[in-house]
C-alpha cells in the first residue's frame, strides 16, 4: 500500500487478498491506469507483492468511522482478460515444474488444480513447519544438503517458478550431499542438546522439583486396550528407538557426558496402581507427575515412563478384568525425560506405537533396524561439523551486546542471581477470533513472512514498549535443528535454543520491523545447528545466569488430528490439564499456537513466566495488554483503533487498556460532587 500511495494521482488504496491465490489492489484516483500501476509496483517490490488485479475507483467505500469499508469493495473479475500478460501464473509448467508440484501438494495435502508456478506456497496453506517439510522432501529427491542449499533462499523465494531455479542449480552443479550413517556404537559422548538438558536441570533448579517431565495424557473414548498387547508394543518401540533407553552419566575423571544404551526394554513395565473419580482427581495425579523429580533415572537409562490410571466408574464395572483391559474413561499417561526426546519426537513415538498394537509386532534383537541411524549415531555426526563460519557468525551476533542487562519487565519480585528456580508457574492464555486470526495469516502471506516470523515481530514490538523503550532487544527462540533428512524420523532431543538480538529503531513503522526480523531469522536458518554452549564459550560465559536465555519465544503449528488416536478400532484422544501442570523453565517464555483443526479460536498465545517473580494477577494484566496490541494490528473491529503497520511508528503504538484510558479521562474530566455552578456575569 505503501508504494502505492508514493504515486501522487493515489489519494487512498487497501490491497487485499483473494482465493488464497491473488492479491487485488483497489486504489482510489482519477488519473492513473491499471498498466502503470502494475509496472510500478513491478520496479518497486518483489515479484510475490506484486497485486495480480488493480480496481480503479473515483472513491473507496467507508464505513461510520471514516476507514475503508471492505466488505463494501467490489468483487474483482479473475478471467484471464483481467490479469495482466506480466504474471506467469498463466505459463503452463514444464516437467521439472510438474515434480516439483507434485511435491507440494504431498507436503499440503491438496490438489493441484489452484496452484500456478507464481504462487506463494504461504498462499495456499503453507505455514513455516510444513515448508521445513517441504525442504526435507527436496533434500531427499535431489539428493543436497543445507550446506549445499540451505532452507533461506526457498523461504525468500516461495513459488514452484522460482523453486525450479534454485533447484536446477543442485541438478548442474551434481553437488551430492553427505549421507549420515549408522555407526553400531552402544557408547558414545553424549549430544550438544543432551548436555544443555542434563546442565540445565542440574544448576538453575532445585533437585526438589523436576521441570523436564514432558507428559502425554491419553484416554480411552470408546472400545478397550489390551494391557498384554499395549506393553508388547511399548518394548517394541523401546527396542527400535534405543534412545529410549539410553543412560547418561556424567563422568568426573575426563569432565564429559556419557551416553550408553541399555537392555532395559525387555524389563519394562507398565505402573498401575493409582484411579481417579473426578477430572480434578486426574488434574492433580497428572501435576504431581509433571513435578516428580524421581519419575525417572537418567543414570540407569529409564528416561521413559508408562502408567494406567484407572477411573473408578469403569473399575466397578469391570472389576474381574480390571488388570487385562484399559476400558472407557481409564487414562494412558506416558512420559519421556526431555533428554530424550522432543515435541517432534511424539508423533514418530506414536505412529510406532500405533504400529505395533494393531499388528501385534514382537520386539526381535538382531532385525533390519540395527541399520537404522540412531540418536546416538547422530550425536557423534554433529560433532564432525565443520562450526567454522558459524562460530564467526554467532559471535558477530552478540558483539557489543551488554550480557548482563535484563529486561526491564515489570516484575513483582526480583531474584537473587545464585538462586534456584522453583519452576512454579504463573500463566495466562488468549484466543483469538477466526476474524485475526485470519487477518493475521493474510499479514503473514502478504508480507511474506512465515506465522513464526509475524509472531516473533509481534513480540520484539510489545517488549519494546513495555520495556519502556529498551531498543537493544535479545531473546532466546527454539529451534527444531532437525536439518538433515536423516533426522527426520528418529527420536530424541534435537531442540536447540539460540539468541535472537535485534535493534530497533524507535522511527520503524510495524511493516518495517517485520521485514528486518524476516532477514534476522533467514540469516540465522543456515546456522541454528550451532550449540549454545559454544556461543556461551566463544563469549567466555556460562549458561547459569545468562539474560536472554530467560526471555524465550516459539510457535507452534497443529495442521491434523494429532490428539486423536486410534489402536485396533479403539478410539484414544489428548486429555489437556496444560495450564493446572504447567512448569516454567524460563522467567518470561511467550507461546503462539496456530491449530488450523479448530473451527473456532484457530489462533492462540500462552505467556507462562516464573511464580517467583510474577504473581498471577501480573501475568494476566501483562497479556490483556499483548492481546490488546495484537488486536490494534489484525482487528477490524469497530470498537478497535487499527493502527497503519505501513506507517505508525511502533514507538506510538499503545498498551494502554481502553478502560484505563476511560478511568484517567473521568480522573481529568470528572465533575465532582461538591463542585457547585460558579462564574463571572457580565452585563452591559
Not at 3 to 27: E, F, R
Not at 217 to 245: C, D, E, P
Not at 448 to 471: C, D, I, M, R, W
Not at 613 to 620: K, M, N, P, R, Y
Request: glycine share 2%.
Amino acid at each position: 500500500e505503501r508504494c502505492l500511495l508514493n504515486i501522487t494521482s493515489i489519494s487512498a488504496c487497501v490491497v487485499m487478498k483473494w482465493d488464497d491465490d491473488y492479491l487485488v489492489a483497489y486504489v482510489q484516483s482519477s488519473a492513473t491506469n491499471e498498466q502503470e500501476l502494475h509496472e510500478h509496483c513491478q520496479s518497486h517490490l518483489p515479484p510475490h507483492m506484486v497485486p495480480s488485479i488493480f480496481i480503479i475507483l473515483d472513491k473507496l467505500p467507508l464505513n461510520q468511522n471514516g476507514k475503508v469499508d471492505r466488505k463494501q469493495l467490489p468483487s474483482p473479475d479473475f478471467s484471464s482478460s483481467t490479469l495482466l500478460s506480466s504474471d506467469k501464473s498463466d505459463t503452463p509448467l514444464n516437467q521439472f515444474e510438474e515434480r516439483i508440484l507434485t511435491i507440494w501438494c504431498q507436503v499440503l495435502h491438496c490438489n493441484e488444480n489452484h496452484i500456478s508456478r507464481t504462487t506463494s506456497f504461504f498462499s495456499v496453506g503453507g505455514h513455516s513447519l510444513l515448508f521445513i517439510e517441504l525442504y526435507h522432501h527436496y533434500q531427499s529427491v535431489f539428493n543436497f544438503d543445507a550446506h549445499t542449499l540451505s532452507i533461506a533462499p526457498f523461504l525468500q523465494q516461495p513459488t514452484i517458478f522460482q523453486h525450479s531455479q534454485l533447484l536446477q542449480t543442485v541438478i548442474i552443479n551434481n553437488v551430492k550431499a553427505t549421507q549420515w550413517h549408522t555407526l553400531n556404537i552402544n557408547e558414545g559422548i553424549a549430544s550438544f542438546a543432551q548436555e544443555r538438558i542434563f546442565l540445565d536441570e542440574q544448576v538453575r533448579f532445585s533437585s526438589d522439583t523436576a521441570i523436564y517431565n514432558e507428559l502425554s495424557t491419553l484416554q480411552i473414548v470408546q472400545g478397550s486396550l489390551s494391557l498384554t498387547r499395549l506393553l508388547q508394543a511399548f518394548r517394541y518401540v523401546l527396542n527400535k528407538h534405543k534412545i529410549l533407553r539410553t543412560s547418561l552419566i556424567f563422568n568426573d575423571d575426563d569432565g564429559f557426558l556419557k551416553q550408553c544404551i541399555t537392555n532395559m526394554h525387555k524389563t519394562f513395565t507398565i505402573t498401575m496402581n493409582q484411579t481417579f473419580e473426578n477430572d480434578n482427581e486426574l488434574r492433580n495425579i497428572i501435576y504431581q507427575r509433571s513435578i516428580n523429580p524421581t519419575l525417572f533415572d537418567l543414570s540407569t537409562g529409564h528416561v521413559f515412563y508408562a502408567e494406567i490410571l484407572k477411573h473408578q466408574t469403569s473399575l466397578n464395572e469391570n472389576e474381574n478384568n480390571s488388570n487385562e483391559f484399559i476400558i472407557n474413561s481409564d487414562v494412558l499417561l506416558i512420559a519421556f525425560h526431555h533428554v530424550a526426546s522432543d515435541r517432534a519426537s511424539f508423533p514418530i513415538f506414536f505412529n510406532d506405537l500405533c504400529f505395533a498394537y494393531n499388528t501385534n509386532a514382537i520386539a526381535i534383537e538382531d532385525d533390519d533396524d540395527d541399520e537404522l541411524l540412531q540418536y546416538i549415531d547422530y550425536s557423534i555426526h554433529e560433532r564432525l561439523i565443520d562450526m567454522t563460519t558459524s562460530r564467526e557468525f554467532w559471535y558477530l551476533q552478540l558483539e557489543e551486546y551488554n550480557l548482563e542487562s535484563r529486561l526491564s519487565l515489570p516484575v513483582d519480585r526480583h531474584r537473587v542471581s545464585n538462586d534456584h528456580r522453583s519452576g512454579s508457574a504463573s500463566v495466562t492464555q488468549i484466543s483469538f477470533d477466526n476474524e485475526i486470526s485470519q487477518s493475521f495469516l493474510d499479514y503473514a502471506s502478504i508480507h511474506h513472512v512465515t506465522p513464526f516470523q509475524l509472531g516473533l515481530s509481534v513480540l520484539y514490538a510489545f517488549l519494546f514498549k513495555l520495556a519502556h523503550g529498551e531498543n537493544d532487544l535479545c531473546i532466546s527462540c527454539l529451534n527444531a535443528n532437525r536439518h538433515k533428512i536423516e533426522v527426520q524420523n528418529i527420536i530424541g532431543m534435537f531442540v536447540s535454543i539460540l539468541p535472537y538480538r535485534i535493534e530497533i529503531d524507535p522511527r520503524w513503522s510495524f511493516d518495517d520491523l517485520v521485514k528486518y526480523v524476516r532477514e534476522k531469522c533467514l540469516s540465522i536458518l543456515e546456522y541454528s545447528h550451532y550449540p549454545l554452549q559454544h556461543i556461551l564459550a566463544n563469549l567466555h560465559i556460562d549458561q547459569s545466569n545468562i539474560s536472554f536465555l530467560e526471555t524465550v519465544y516459539d510457535f507452534i503449528t497443529i495442521s491434523s488430528h494429532s490428539d486423536e488416536l486410534s489402536l485396533d478400532g479403539t478410539s484414544v484422544k489428548q486429555v489437556s490439564f496444560e495450564q493446572s501442570s504447567e512448569v516454567a523453565k524460563f522467567d518470561f517464555m511467550l507461546m503462539f499456537g496456530y491449530n488450523s483443526m479448530l473451527e473456532n479460536n484457530r489462533l492462540s498465545f500462552r505467556l507462562t513466566c516464573s511464580h517467583d517473580l510474577f504473581d498471577e494477577s501480573t501475568v494476566t494484566n501483562i497479556g490483556r495488554r499483548l492481546e490488546y496490541y495484537f488486536q490494534q494490528l489484525f482487528s477490524s473491529n469497530k470498537t478497535i483503533s487499527r493502527v497503519d503497520t505501513g506507517v505508525t511508528c511502533v514507538s506510538k503504538i499503545d498498551l494502554i487498556l481502553r478502560e484505563e484510558t476511560q478511568e484517567m479521562e473521568d480522573a481529568i474530566f470528572c465533575r465532582q460532587s461538591h463542585i457547585i455552578n460558579e462564574g463571572m456575569f457580565i452585563y452591559t
